[in-house]
Each structure stands twice: as C-alpha cells, then as structure tokens.
C-alpha cells in the first residue's frame, strides 16, 4: 500500500471524495480500501463512493457537492440559503438535467430530492453560493422564486406564502431579471398574479 501522506494527497487530488475506479488505477484495491476503513482514515459514503475522513468530511453540503458535482441547489434548499425559510429542509433539493441517471439519487444518505430539468434551462440562474465554507451551485434569488411558481401546487402553502412575501420585501431583489427568468420559463402570467399583487 502507498505511504498514508501519499493516499492523503491522492484524496486531496479528488476534492477529499475517490471512486473505486479511481483507487483501483491509484493502484489501491479491497483490502487496502478495507484496511484505510479500519484505520478511520476514510469512509464509504455510498456504493462505489469513499471519502477521506478530515474536518470537511461531516460538511452534508460539502458530500452532496462531492457526490453530484453537476446538480445545482434548488427550491426548499435554496429558499433556506437566501433565508426565505425558516424550515430546515429534510432533503437536499437538487436540480439536475433530465437525462440524468435517476439511479444515482437514490441513496440513504444524504436524503436527495432531485428535480429533473430541461439541459436548456439547467444554468438558468445558476451562481456559486457559500455553505458551511464551502463552494456550491445555487440558483439565484430571482430563478428560486420563479421555480417555486412553477411548482407552486405541489410545495407546503406556508413555506410558499412566506418565500413570495420575502423575496417582496427584499432590497435586493431583481425585478428585471425576475421578468426576465419568467418569459424563458414561461411563467409571465404566474408572476404577475402571484408577485404582482404584493408589489
């Protein structure tokens, strides 16, 4: 097996997340992988998923960045974020294009709810946000609100009515850019119903 400062390295390599596949090609097989485990130098986080175990390995931000470096975070996730909710989502509300394999979320941890996308309007809105001091794709305030009227008949009546008068009472909200989002998702008429009336 390779020296741990080397294997430590490799990790770091790897933003701190390797898959089998890689390790194999590292040259690190079964029971070196089993042997790390034993050691409490890594853990498995998922099948085919291993992480080294340091002080950003508990971060859930920071594993579902890691196990899904394409998805951007959306909805209950990013109502959260901005501080449109007050409720802890229970999972990680994803963005993901459709053509995604929906195998790949059903895990047991971290609980995942992907939302399958259009790859037209997958970036729509999409900037890079801060959690637990790390990097994460995040949609914008703007393409969050217009997401929520978009699934507005299937999201909690509370959370909704209280992420619509927050977005209104935000100073930094972007009106232009709200219209702007609506007519490329083809929302205009929600928009102007649903936020109009508090404006």
């Not at 294009?97 to 971290?110: A, C, M, V």
Request: charged content about 30%; aromatic content about 14%.
């Amino acid at each position: 097996m390779l020296p741990l400062e080397n294997i430590k390295a490799l990790f770091e390599r790897y933003n701190g997340m390797m898959q089998t596949h890689d390790l194999y090609k590292a040259h690190l097989y079964y029971n070196d992988i089993q042997r790390l485990i034993q050691l409490g130098l890594i853990e498995k986080v998922r099948y085919g998923y291993y992480q080294w175990l340091d002080d950003n390995a508990y971060s859930e931000a920071n594993v579902v960045t890691r196990l899904f470096p394409d998805a951007v975070m959306c909805m209950d996730t990013a109502l959260f974020y901005y501080r449109y909710s007050d409720r802890t989502p229970k999972a990680w509300h994803l963005a993901v294009s459709k053509d995604s394999n929906k195998s790949r979320f059903k895990i047991d941890y971290p609980f995942i709810k992907p939302y399958y996308i259009e790859p037209s309007i997958l970036s729509l809105g999409q900037v890079d946000g801060l959690m637990d001091g790390h990097i994460v794709r995040v949609y914008d305030k703007e393409r969050t609100i217009c997401d929520c009227l978009r699934y507005m008949g299937k999201m909690d009546r509370e959370i909704f009515n209280k992420a619509i008068r927050s977005y209104v009472d935000d100073n930094e909200k972007n009106l232009p850019r709200l219209l702007e989002y609506a007519k490329k998702l083809r929302i205009m008429g929600k928009v102007k119903m649903v936020v109009g009336v508090w404006l």
